[in-house]
């Protein structure tokens, strides 16, 4: 198993282009989720879903768009980039219950300029 | 609405020592389910250990074991035998049992030093 698989690793954007943060599972898993990691905040949930064609807003959607059309595909859109969207981007996933584990991606870094 | 709370934003200790991590919550809810991850350089995170709240035990595993105080809404980690490997940032995190999201709470993390 590969887990919860992101690409790109690392990406620079200027202030306004558009792009998708890739995440993939291979363990079948119901959940799935984006976390933003920023200095001394934390991580914050932007998006997640429960199932495929299922998807809801966490604490900071402002920005980010998401869809999911198969299990184990979760993609996060930047519609607009903006300088606050410099972050590090976790992708995780989980089985439904609440005491499993969240299985988190290696994290992509983006830079917005 | 919940909040994780970790006090310490740095730590350090000396290799084989012993080491005690803060982790305060604030919650309404009566079942829910407290985790430590564990971040090293690589930035991938690691679940280091997980505690169930209606389990008065506190949860262990291998070095790391968990000081879990429910009335006080505390959930302290404790690192025995510290090793270089163990240097990392670790994240207190929040999840409830009921409800949809599956969504984790986290605090803003410890960065522990491990001193040779």
Same mark, same amino acid.
């Given at each position: 198993?590969?887990?919860?698989?992101?690409?790109?690793?690392?990406?620079?954007?200027?202030?306004?282009?558009?792009?998708?943060?890739?995440?993939?599972?291979?363990?079948?898993?119901?959940?799935?989720?984006?976390? *933003?990691?920023?200095?001394?905040?934390?991580?914050?949930?932007?998006?997640?879903?429960?199932?495929?064609?299922?998807?809801?807003?966490?604490?900071?959607?402002?920005?980010?768009? #998401?869809?999911?059309?198969?299990?184990?595909?979760?993609?996060?859109?930047?519609?607009?980039?903006?300088?606050?969207?410099?972050?590090?981007?976790? !992708?995780?996933?989980?089985? *439904?219950?609440?005491?499993?584990?969240?299985?988190?991606?290696?994290?992509?870094?983006?830079?917005?300029? | 609405?919940?909040?994780?709370?970790?006090?310490?934003?740095?730590?350090?200790?000396?290799?084989?020592?012993?080491?005690?991590?803060?982790?305060?919550?604030?919650?309404?809810?009566?079942?829910?389910?407290?985790?430590?991850?564990?971040?090293?350089?690589?930035?991938?995170?690691?679940?280091?250990?997980?505690?169930?709240?209606?389990?008065?035990?506190?949860?262990?595993?291998? *070095?790391?074991?968990?000081?879990?105080?429910?009335?006080?809404?505390?959930?302290?980690?404790?690192?025995?035998?510290?090793?270089?490997?163990?240097?990392?940032?670790?994240? !207190?995190?929040?999840?409830?049992?009921?409800?949809?999201?599956?969504?984790?709470?986290?605090?803003?993390?410890?960065?522990?030093? #491990?001193?040779?």
């Amino acid at each position: 198993n590969a887990g919860v698989t992101q690409t790109p690793k690392f990406q620079v954007l200027k202030t306004g282009q558009s792009m998708t943060l890739q995440c993939a599972q291979d363990m079948n898993h119901e959940y799935m989720s984006w976390y *933003r990691q920023d200095p001394g905040m934390g991580l914050r949930l932007i998006h997640y879903s429960v199932g495929a064609g299922i998807t809801d807003q966490g604490e900071v959607p402002n920005g980010y768009n #998401v869809s999911r059309s198969t299990t184990e595909d979760f993609p996060l859109r930047l519609l607009s980039a903006a300088p606050s969207q410099t972050s590090v981007y976790f !992708c995780a996933s989980s089985r *439904r219950a609440s005491y499993n584990e969240q299985f988190f991606g290696p994290g992509t870094r983006l830079t917005v300029l | 609405a919940q909040t994780v709370t970790q006090s310490q934003p740095e730590m350090s200790v000396q290799e084989a020592e012993t080491v005690t991590l803060s982790c305060t919550y604030d919650t309404s809810e009566s079942d829910y389910y407290l985790f430590w991850y564990k971040q090293p350089p690589s930035r991938q995170m690691i679940l280091v250990i997980r505690q169930e709240a209606y389990k008065q035990q506190n949860a262990t595993e291998n *070095r790391f074991s968990v000081n879990f105080q429910k009335a006080a809404k505390s959930f302290s980690l404790k690192i025995s035998d510290s090793q270089l490997g163990d240097a990392a940032m670790y994240f !207190c995190a929040y999840r409830s049992a009921g409800g949809a999201t599956n969504k984790l709470i986290f605090g803003t993390g410890t960065l522990l030093a #491990v001193q040779p």
